[in-house]
């Protein structure tokens, strides 16, 4: 049987998963025209998000590409037919389907590129970087310069140069089939706006070059560059649906420790920064990440942040996730009817914690589901990272209703405590079920389970 079919069976409120299913009589939001026309029967491709699931529902709404005229709609298999497909309709309505698995890390023949192959001609060399940076004889006080600093930039602007790639305005990129995949690319949503991406599996946006930064954390840190998918630089209108975000098949714990930090190759999963804003995340996977949904890099103020960062994280399946899922700085986020399942001991990726509380964060999480194994204290799930609120309300540890602010607060000293968030209570949504329902609601409707061309 082939997986998909299993989505028939589920309750019709999850059967249309929050795309857009209306008489073509009504009128649809959003600068496309031809959205107005999308009925039970249009193609997975050519589908709208619906009004009112999640923030990127506000404004303008999201079409994506919905309405490419033919000689938009691109079919690709490897990266030479992705990036030429992303580059040639310009901001244009185009939808870009993917067959198969695209390698990023892929010659425009085809060829495939290993790191030493970005390295050769720079000079870089990971065992001279070690031995010029070594603490014992670069010390601690400063980041590294010098020849092999100078050499690992060049190697990793080769590396850019191949596996970084723009998703343009107007644009709806999604999987042909469930088995559809990009590994190894960086992608971004880059300044852009009215973006759909559906249906695909993201896996191990490696960065072959990791910068280390001994002034990183108390004993210093190996920093990487690529997000499996970055929203950025005020990128408006993006919803990432039924799609998959993973290390996989190139996890952190097969990574080696040098400077006895870990050698860690992964940046985020979906970071959402700058002040890009109406972002809606539902029927996800994510899995075996570490850092996973930064909303908002920095502290400061200065990046367009305030008023920005609005997005809404639906009925995803959290599996094995170190931290950050997500941690909200700024951005009033709604966070509903999500799985986390926290790896047990052992599991690639050390539990750090879930839900982190930043600097002028709204972060509303509401009926998700928290399946902790033994040993990992529900206190833990939220974090405090300068943050004064938050709201959590019925949400389930293990089966059970708990208030895990209280829990938190209970087990954090007096200064660290956070309050409860009064100033919003979120709007646009799409049915909320009771967290004990979640598990099961999930089970088989998240990830990639379409095929192209499917009216599901
Ligand atoms: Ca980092
Ligand atoms: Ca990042």
Partial sequence: MRKHFKYLALPAVLAVAGAMIIPPAVAAPGPVADASAQTAQTPLERQVLAPGNGWASAGSGTTGGSAAAGANVHDVSTRAELQAALASAGSLPSIIRVHGTIHANTALDGTVLRCEDYAAGTGYSLEQYLTDFDPATYGT?????GTQETARRAAADNQAKTIRMDIPSNTTLVGATPESA????????????????????????????PAWDPTDGAEGNWNSEYDLLQVINKATNVWIDHSEFTDAPNFDDKQPLYFGRPYQVHDGAVDVTNGSDLVTMSFNRFADHDKLLLIGSTDSATRGDPGKLRVTIHHNVFENIGQRAPRVRYGHVDLYNNLFKVGAAGSPVPYVYTLGAGVESHLYAEANAFVLPQGIDPAGIVARYKGSTIATVKNAVNGKIMDLRAAYNAAATAENHLAEDTSWVPTLRTKVHPAQAVPGLLNGATGPIYTAGDSR
Avoid: K, Y
Avoid at 141 to 145: S, V
Avoid at 194 to 207: E, G, Q
């Fill in 182 to 209: 990009i590994e190894g690319a960086a992608l971004r949503i880059n300044g852009a706006s009215n973006v759909i991406v559906r249906n695909l599996a993201f896996r191990d946006a490696h960065d072959c070059f």
């Fill in 141 to 145: 006080g400063q980041e590294p310069e």
